[in-house]
C-alpha cells in the first residue's frame, strides 16, 4: 500500500521541453541497506530506492538518471531528442508517481533510449545497467544477468575511454572491483581472474584506493576457492 509519508516531492524542470513537473522522490528514513553483496548491490529493508533512480519527463518523455537529469544538454541534441522522443514507448506517460518493478524497468530503458540519443557516456550507461541488475536482483527477476552483462560491457568501455574517478566518483580500482565482481556472478571467472590480476599488478600496494583494494584482494581469494572446489 502506498505510504506517502515514506515520499516527498521535488520540483524538476526538463532540459529538453522544459516542462516543470514533480518527482516523487523516496526519503532516506524509507529504507535501510541490510546487506552488500559481493557484486556491490545491496538489500533493502523497506522500498527498494533502485524503483526511483531514474527521471522520465511526463511530457516529453525525456529520462536520465535523478542526478544528471538536470544536465545541461546541447542544442543539437535537443533538437535531435525532440525529433526522436514522441516515438518512444513513454512520451507523455507520467511515471513520476509511485512504481512497481515493470514501471521502473520501463523507466531505465526510456533513460538508455534517450543516452543512446544523446551520446551520453559509457559511465552513465553503466551506472544504468548496474542500477537495473541490482532491481532485477531484488525482484527476482530473469533479466538479471543480461543487464550484468551490459554493466560490463559498458563499465569496460569507460574504463578504456574515460577519465578517473569515473562520474566523479569511481575510483580506478573500484571500476576493476566492480568489473571482476560482476564476470565472478556470471560464472565467467577467467575474465574475473584476468581483471584482479591486472589491478593487483598495476596498483601492488593499493595506493589508489586502499578500500576497493582490500575488496579485489578479498574477491581473489572467494575466487581461488571457487576454484580449488570445482
Ligand atoms: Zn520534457
Not at 197 to 218: V, Y
Amino acid at each position: 500500500m502506498f505510504d506517502k509519508n515514506k515520499f516527498f516531492q521535488t520540483d524538476l524542470v526538463c532540459p529538453v521541453c522544459k516542462a516543470k513537473f514533480k518527482q516523487l522522490k523516496l526519503k532516506t528514513s524509507a529504507f535501510r541497506i541490510k546487506t552488500r553483496d559481493i557484486d556491490m548491490c545491496n538489500t533493502y529493508e523497506g522500498i527498494n530506492p533502485n524503483l526511483y533512480s531514474p527521471v522520465v519527463c511526463p511530457e516529453c518523455g525525456y529520462a536520465n538518471l535523478d542526478h544528471s537529469f538536470q544536465n545541461n544538454l546541447s542544442d543539437v541534441v535537443i533538437t535531435l531528442l525532440q525529433k526522436e522522443l514522441p516515438k518512444s514507448k513513454l512520451y507523455k506517460i507520467d511515471v513520476t508517481g509511485e512504481r512497481d518493478y515493470v514501471r521502473a524497468i520501463d523507466a531505465y530503458e526510456q533513460a538508455i533510449y534517450c543516452a543512446n540519443i544523446a551520446g551520453h557516456s559509457a559511465s552513465l550507461l553503466a551506472g544504468i545497467y548496474f542500477r537495473m541488475t541490482c532491481l532485477a536482483k531484488s525482484f527476482g527477476s530473469s533479466d538479471e544477468d543480461e543487464y550484468r552483462q551490459k554493466a560490463i560491457e559498458f563499465y569496460e568501455k569507460a574504463y578504456d575511454h574515460e577519465e578517473f574517478p569515473l562520474g566523479g566518483k569511481m575510483s580506478q580500482t573500484l571500476v576493476e572491483y566492480m568489473i571482476a565482481s560482476m564476470y565472478f556472478k556470471l560464472n565467467k571467472l577467467e575474465q574475473a581472474i584476468y581483471w584482479l590480476n591486472f589491478s593487483i599488478s598495476r596498483d601492488p600496494k593499493g595506493l589508489t584506493d586502499p578500500k576497493a583494494h582490500a575488496m579485489i584482494k578479498e574477491l581473489w581469494m572467494t575466487v581461488k576457492s571457487v576454484i580449488k572446489n570445482k
